[in-house]
């Protein structure tokens, strides 16, 4: 599990976008390998890539099933048990045109083709940041810390008509998302994706851990 190298021609540049989301407190919280992550963005498109792997997967029944119809919408959500101790591979870009930042995360299967997750992080709206993952369908997210890492918890789910954002109601949402990134030492982190529903509890939950160049 490594960091994969970047063109030569990246620059790193200070990046206060998410140390702003937190406030200073909740940022000089972090473990220091956390702000480092988070702390410096890429220049001319440039890309890191993290390599893992994927110790955890586990879906509800309602979970299973909901994961197989977001497909429709491009995947947004791990869908395939077997991805369980397969490899993962996680790569982030900045975008320089939306001033964001574009995800994209790569899960191994027992079989065939792995699944490609796309999505794009935007720092925009009333919580401060966005993440869009295609069809027009986005959330905006709310930004937590604590001593272990950085959390990402959705507020509200959306639908993006040209100019227009329409919120979706209750019915439609398909959950709370809460994604964490856990500092585990020795240059490792934990990336963990979890949906809950009140009526069912928890729906899908899968923990991945990467590591540092």
């Given at each position: 599990m490594r960091q994969l190298p970047t063109t030569d021609h990246q620059t790193a540049l200070a990046d206060s976008r998410f140390s702003s989301l937190l406030g200073p407190k909740?940022?000089?919280?972090?473990?220091?390998?956390?702000?480092?992550?988070?702390?410096?963005?890429?220049?001319?498109?440039?890309?890191?890539?993290?390599?893992?792997?994927?110790?955890?997967?586990?879906?509800?029944?309602?979970?299973?099933?909901?994961?197989?119809?977001a497909r429709l919408v491009g995947g947004p959500?791990?869908?395939d048990g077997t991805c369980l101790n397969q490899p993962a591979v996680v790569a982030v870009t900045e975008d320089c045109v939306g001033r964001g930042q574009f995800w994209v995360r790569q899960y191994g299967r027992a079989c065939g083709f792995p699944q490609?997750?796309?999505?794009?992080?935007?720092?925009?709206?009333?919580?401060g940041i966005e993440e869009?993952?295609?069809?027009?369908?986005?959330?905006?997210?709310?930004?937590?810390?604590?001593?272990?890492?950085?959390?990402?918890?959705?507020d509200?789910?959306?639908?993006?008509?040209?100019?227009?954002?329409?919120?979706?109601?209750?019915?439609?949402?398909p959950g709370a998302l809460t994604i964490a990134h856990k500092d585990l030492g020795r240059a490792r982190f934990l990336f963990s994706l979890t949906l809950h529903s009140r009526l069912?509890?928890?729906?899908?939950?899968?923990?991945?851990?990467?590591?540092?160049?």
């Open positions: 909740s940022w000089a919280a972090l473990p220091m390998a956390v702000r480092q992550r988070f702390g410096h963005r890429l220049s001319d498109g440039a890309s890191v890539v993290y390599q893992g792997k994927v110790v955890e997967m586990r879906f509800s029944r309602v979970g299973w099933a909901l994961a197989q119809l959500l791990p869908y490609v997750i796309h999505s794009s992080k935007r720092f925009a709206g009333p919580t869009y993952v295609g069809s027009g369908i986005g959330m905006a997210l709310r930004v937590s810390a604590d001593v272990s890492g950085l959390y990402f918890h959705s509200h789910y959306f639908l993006q008509l040209g100019r227009w954002k329409l919120r979706l109601p209750p019915w439609l949402r069912f509890g928890e729906l899908i939950r899968q923990d991945a851990i990467f590591q540092d160049r």
